[in-house]
T-cell receptor
Framework: EAGVTQSPTHLIKTRGQQATLRCSPI?????VYWYQQALGLGLQFLLW???????NRGNFPPRFSGRQFPNYSSELNVNALELEDSALYLC?????????????FGQGTRLTVV | SQQGEEDPQALSIQEGENATMNCSYK?????LQWYRQNSGRGLVHLIL?????REKHSGRLRVTLDTSKKSSSLLITASRAADTASYFC???????????????FGKGTKLSVKP
């Protein structure tokens, strides 16, 4: 069974540009989560999508947005990139939101803003 | 804000020794999960322990949970060089109406196992 896949693996953008990151969840999983892992800040929750709807978002500005498609894959968009957006962006998926649900992560997209 | 705090921040041991990492958290939780991360890549799910469980085993891993102290520990027995990685605990905070889908991670313990 394929795990969570993310693309691209690496992305280099210039300040002010937009970045689009993609995530395919494990087959059968309906929930997708996005996390940012920036140096020195640890893993920070960004967004949670379930059944195509945004269910929760972390403490990030509106220029971080995304969506979930009917096939449950997801896209994270970061507009007006700033240098501090450079980080590893991790996507996770889970089968259903119960309190005992394990979240499985992909390998991440490393975004570098220059 | 970071809920989970791992201790120690770094741990260096010899192959064959046991490694113990601790995690403390602040609020009531639904469950607690441990993850491993190699060289800044993706997270590998190790084990989930429910709030009503006290101990769980998986291969060489043993996890304990003490909800009265709001703490958990991860024990890796007979460590191997391949266990070298960063280990994170992640809590699913309890909210009215159920989980809010946001795992809260600690800053991790960097484990180095020397051959």
């Amino acid at each position: 069974e394929a795990g969570v896949t993310q693309s691209p693996t690496h992305l280099i953008k210039t300040r002010g540009q937009q970045a689009t990151l993609r995530c395919s969840p494990i087959s059968g999983h309906t929930s997708v989560y996005w996390y940012q892992q920036a140096l020195g800040l640890g893993l920070q929750f960004l967004l949670w999508y379930d059944e195509g709807e945004e269910r929760n978002r972390g403490n990030f500005p509106p220029r971080f947005s995304g969506r979930q498609f009917p096939n449950y894959s997801s896209e994270l968009n970061v507009n007006a990139l700033e240098l501090e957006d450079s980080a590893l962006y991790l996507c996770a998926s889970s089968s259903a939101l119960t309190v005992y649900t394990e979240a499985f992560f992909g390998q991440g997209t490393r975004l570098t803003v220059v | 804000s970071q809920q989970g705090e791992e201790d120690p921040q770094a741990l260096s041991i010899q192959e064959g020794e046991n490694a113990t990492m601790n995690c403390s958290y602040k609020t009531s939780i639904n469950n607690l999960q441990w993850y491993r991360q190699n060289s800044g890549r993706g997270l590998v799910h190790l084990i989930l322990i429910r709030s009503n469980e006290r101990e769980k085993h998986s291969g060489r891993l043993r996890v304990t949970l003490d909800t009265s102290k709001k703490s958990s520990s991860l024990l890796i027995t007979a460590s191997r060089a391949a266990d070298t990685a960063s280990y994170f605990c992640a809590t699913d905070p309890m909210n009215y109406g159920g989980s809010q889908g946001n795992l809260i991670f600690g800053k991790g313990t960097k484990l180095s196992v020397k051959p």
